[in-house]
């Protein structure tokens, strides 16, 4: 009789389960194989090899091939990934997989006429044509190291024991050049490093400065590969399969970067930690910050957290000692952070939302031959077109929100939400009347203003309309950095990791409207906006400006940007917390159902929440639920939306919680006919 020998694989499929298959031959632990999962052909991934089936032997079915072209995914990385399917509740077929590079979880990659050698072979046989022998190249002469970045480097390279490491400085402060440094060692050493930045558009100009300044002793660059969702599948194969190899010595990357395996990993930079671009918002909802700490605390290396602006969740790991605070309170090139100065918009005389003041500084701050930059983080032309006789709003179809004005080559209404287009109504829908307007301001409508006030003016807008096609993001900077460019208009694009050597002036329009969001964090994360789009301003020279035009110039968040206090603030915004048991004082989750009624995604939660209020549910008397609510924006793309926070003093109870309630969920969503999200650690409330 042939031998079997006994497989449990994880599928990305919707299930909570692993799944018996056997092999005639043994198959190691981490292996990719080919399996027939009802009608369909998936690729899955070996976790257990059991003595004997979960069920009847004769039921289960052979493997169809086992996919050989890579090693086994190594013991770390599959630990890592359990890690994360427990934590963030998860099935671990819905992690292991889609963290892969596309190509290596498609079954038709390795079927018919791509049968022979698979990705991977076709991959490397193409890279083999075009091998050229490493670059030797004239690194940047590194600047200087003051005094503070100095302690920095000595503190973390003579550490004796591996470390977390929060390092606070000011825009400014040279935090780039003290990772440039600590990679250095690190490298030298023969290790890897792993850098990581929140968003795609910041890669360029790192790529950029780590090429030039990670050069060996022998005058050739480290070889360094990038990982984001902006590349083309086969790109980013290359540089998964470099990293994961050990050819690339720097991986650098957004979120996904943190699942790439790098064997010879010694250090992880996550740089504006902060950010709120590290945490997936769909599918597994993981913080790529806190697994690279996770990741660092099991393999024994450091790990570098870097912001302006620090979470509150890591300022606090810091007051207790969880982590060690680094602090760079000066600008690294001895040049004073920007003055600030609030406009209070009650008392002032506006044209078209622009104050004197304002305006004022552009016209000096042209005269000067200087760079200024308008902050507006609002895109489109207007967020809503209005009838001035009866009231009609311009509403999505679809979604309990506004749609947009655009303008540019056509004129279109647009939802941010769900993406609809439609045309600009030449008349009210209600009345009939033809006097429509637009309401409020966005980039376009800021572009065009500024371009009418001074027509002489080079001026760019920076924002994800702008940059909608491939390499118009680089360009842009590119023209910034020339010094073609006088005036710039940019969202949240422009507001962190740029460096604009000619800036003197930064206007800031609108940062009221997230003063009094309903979200706990907003507060935080306007201060973190503030800070880092005011620090653009005046990193080469004196005499920088940040006006602020506000409603509301008394608001504690002002106060404590007039003087550049991050401390401050998160003392005021953390006591405040405490006092009404906000995290990082608790623990929370958060279940969002969606259904085609509201009544329907609403029954669903309050069913859940009876059902989680039993007496024998693991961890229920240290769990609090509140009760159901609609989204704010309830309609999304015809979907009705609501949610229900869970809050515990305990991670454990919490977890042990979760794990018990969530599996009881799928069957009461398909009895409602919803279907829902569990999140953990949720950023957005």
Not at 31 to 46: C, E, H, K, N, P
Not at 337 to 352: E, F, G, W
Not at 515 to 523: K, T, V
């Amino acid at each position: 009789m042939t031998a079997r020998y006994w497989l449990r694989v994880a599928l990305d499929v919707p299930l909570p389960d692993l799944f018996d298959y056997y092999h005639t031959e043994p198959v190691a632990v981490g292996l990719r194989v080919l399996v027939r999962f009802g009608r369909r052909q998936l690729v899955g991934m070996v976790i257990e090899t059991p003595q004997q089936p979960s069920f009847d032997a004769d039921r289960v079915k052979n493997i169809e091939q086992v996919l050989a072209d890579l090693p086994p995914m190594p013991a770390s990385w599959l630990a890592m990934a359990q890690f994360a399917a427990r934590y963030y509740q998860r099935p671990l077929g819905e992690v292991v997989l889609p963290v892969l590079p596309a190509p290596l979880r498609r079954p038709a990659a390795y079927t018919g006429k791509n049968a022979a050698g698979g990705p991977v072979a076709r991959l490397l046989a193409r890279q083999k044509k075009k091998i050229t022998p490493a670059k030797k190249v004239t690194p940047q002469p590194a600047p200087e190291l003051n005094t503070e970045q100095q302690v920095v480097l000595d503190r973390v390279t003579q550490s004796q024991h591996p470390a977390r490491f929060l390092l606070y400085g000011v825009t400014g402060s040279g935090k780039t050049e003290t990772y440039l440094r600590l990679a250095l060692n690190v490298l030298a050493q023969g290790k890897q490093v792993l850098f990581m930045v929140p968003e795609i558009n910041l890669t360029p100009q790192f790529e950029k400065t780590l090429r030039q300044r990670l050069v060996d002793v022998d005058g050739e660059s480290y070889p360094i590969a990038v990982m984001h969702s902006g590349l083309a599948d086969g790109k980013r194969l290359a540089s998964w399969l470099a990293a994961s190899q050990g050819d690339a010595r720097v991986l650098l990357g957004t979120r996904m970067a943190v699942f790439c395996p790098l064997p010879d990993l010694g250090l992880i930079i996550v740089d504006e930690e902060h950010d709120a671009s590290y945490k997936q918002q769909d599918g597994l909802r993981y913080s790529a910050r806190d697994l690279a700490v996770w990741r660092a605390q099991q393999l024994g290396i450091h790990v570098i957290l870097g912001s302006a602006t620090p979470s509150f969740e890591s300022w606090r790991h810091a007051e207790q000692g969880h982590y060690q605070l680094l602090q760079l309170t000066k600008r690294a090139k001895a040049v004073a952070l920007p003055s600030v100065r609030l406009i209070d918009t009650r008392r002032a005389q506006l044209d078209q939302g622009w104050s004197p003041q304002l305006l004022d500084a552009l016209q000096h701050t042209l005269d000067q031959g200087q760079q200024s930059l308008i902050f507006l983080n609002r895109r489109g032309y207007a967020p809503v077109l209005h009838c001035g006789s009866c009231g009609w709003l311009s509403q999505c179809p679809h979604c309990s929100a506004y749609a947009v004005l655009h303008k540019g080559y056509k004129h279109y209404m647009q939802c941010h939400h769900c993406g609809t287009q439609q045309p600009v109504a030449r008349h009210c829908p209600d009345c009939g009347q033809v006097d429509l307007k637009p309401v409020g301001q966005g980039t376009q409508r800021i572009e065009e203003f500024l371009s009418n006030r001074f027509p002489h003016a080079r001026i760019v807008r920076i924002d994800a309309d702008a940059t909608r096609r491939k390499g118009s993001a680089e360009r842009l900077f590119a023209q910034v950095h020339a010094g073609e460019v006088d005036i710039i208009i940019g969202t949240q694009m422009v507001s962190k990791g740029h460096d604009f050597s000619q800036l003197a002036l930064v206007g800031i329009l609108n940062a009221d409207t997230m003063l009094f969001a309903q979200d706990f964090r907003a507060p935080e994360r306007l201060f973190a906006q503030l800070m880092q789009v005011a620090g653009r301003a005046g990193r080469h020279h004196e005499g920088a400006e940040v006006l602020v035009q506000t409603d509301y110039p008394d608001q504690a968040v002002y106060q404590a940007l007039i003087k550049h206090d991050y401390a401050l603030f998160a003392h005021h915004e953390l006591q405040q917390r405490q006092a009404v048991g906000l995290p990082p004082y608790v623990h929370l989750a958060l279940i969002t159902a969606e259904a085609k009624t509201l009544d329907q995604a609403l029954g669903f939660l309050k069913h859940a929440k009876q059902w989680a209020q039993h007496p024998d549910m693991p961890g229920a008397e240290h769990v609090f639920l509140y009760d159901a609510v609609p989204l704010r924006i309830v309609r999304v793309a015809n979907i009705e939306r609501a949610q229900l926070l869970i809050e515990s003093q305990k991670r454990s109870a919490l977890q042990a919680f979760l794990w018990a309630w969530g599996a009881q969920l799928d069957e009461l969503a398909k009895h409602f006919r919803c279907k829902f999200t569990l999140e953990v650690d949720p950023q957005e409330i």
